[in-house]
């Protein structure tokens, strides 16, 4: 079965930079896009990032666009959220996700487009 355990989240202060990771098992990852949702108290979960098969190719946010840099290690079977200028709008459970189907279309910036998830992690920003 599919497992995508996230890890790298924390408390920090606005203006500054975290990584998160997301390791995944049980399918082939390189076959599949990847992406980087979050979700904060009271909001639905919106998407932050999402990344093709070979990390070719990138969506993110318009909130998010050239603050925040999506990658993976198809060796690793590892994505990663590089988040920098973090402010208190960032503070979410930011959530990894692996497509449910191979290839790179549009659809991929909405949730229903992913049929696997991790359990999350906490990103707190304190301005």
């Known amino acids: 079965q599919v497992q995508l355990v996230e890890s790298g989240g924390g408390l920090l202060q606005a203006g500054g930079s975290l990584g998160l990771s997301c390791a995944a098992s049980?399918?082939?990852?390189?076959?599949?896009?990847m992406g980087w949702f979050r979700q904060a108290p009271g909001k639905e979960r919106e998407f932050v990032a999402a990344?093709?098969?070979?990390?070719?190719?990138?969506y993110y946010a318009d909130s998010v666009r050239g603050r925040f840099f999506i990658s993976r290690d198809n060796v690793k079977n590892t994505l990663y959220l590089r988040m920098n200028s973090l402010n208190a709008e960032d503070t979410a459970v930011y959530y990894c996700?692996?497509?449910?189907?191979?290839?790179?279309?549009?659809?991929?910036?909405?949730?229903?487009?992913?049929?696997?998830w991790g359990q999350g992690t906490q990103v707190t920003v304190s301005s």
């Open positions: 996700a692996g497509a449910s189907n191979t290839g790179w279309w549009g659809g991929l910036r909405s949730v229903g487009a992913y049929g696997y």
């Open positions: 990344i093709n098969w070979n990390g070719v190719s990138a």
């Open positions: 049980g399918r082939t990852f390189s076959n599949y896009a």
